[in-house]
């Protein structure tokens, strides 16, 4: 018996240890930050500097508000992918796994003076991701670049 509650209590103990659940109760027309990433391998963030976290936000190209309502779009037509809560300037979303249906918290955030749009992914649960929020942004970013709502 307790041969196999070990095993159990290490999965268990692996699968929550980094558990950041996000701030839901906020106003998104409040936002104006992205949290950065925990240290674990499972986040990444335009606005986090911390080397294998970062990654690039999208440069959008023309108009903002077009490209902002393309991000939308894209992200409504993405099944594994819900609009939790958004205004003019912040969308929060939430994306399920594929296979383990684990959920990943994903925001966007248009920063019009720069004329980028931030973005951060990060799993709640577990340690590593297996690169999973670093390839959903990149799919966000081809589907925008796609679209032409994109500058790079």
């Known amino acids: 018996m ?3 509650m070990i095993p159990a209590l290490l999965l268990a103990v692996l699968l929550t240890g980094c558990a950041e659940m996000p ?8 936002v104006t930050e992205l949290a950065s990433c925990p240290s674990s391998p499972n986040c990444v963030c335009s606005t986090d500097t911390g080397g294998s976290h970062h990654i690039d936000p999208l440069k959008v190209g023309g108009n903002l508000d077009s490209s902002w309502q393309t991000l939308r779009d894209i992200l409504g ?46 799993s709640r649960l577990g340690y590593s991701d297996l690169g999973k929020n670093r390839s959903r942004l990149e799919g966000v970013r081809s589907a925008m670049r796609d679209a032409g709502a994109l500058d790079d």
């Open 2 to 4: 307790i041969q196999v």
């Open 23 to 30: 701030d839901n109760n906020v106003d998104p027309a409040t």
């Open 77 to 122: 037509a993405d099944g594994s992918i819900s609009i939790v809560a958004s205004d003019g300037h912040y969308i929060r979303a939430e994306a399920k796994t594929r296979f383990l249906r684990f959920t990943d918290d994903v925001e966007f955030l248009l920063d019009r003076e720069a004329g980028v749009i931030d973005m951060r992914s990060a």
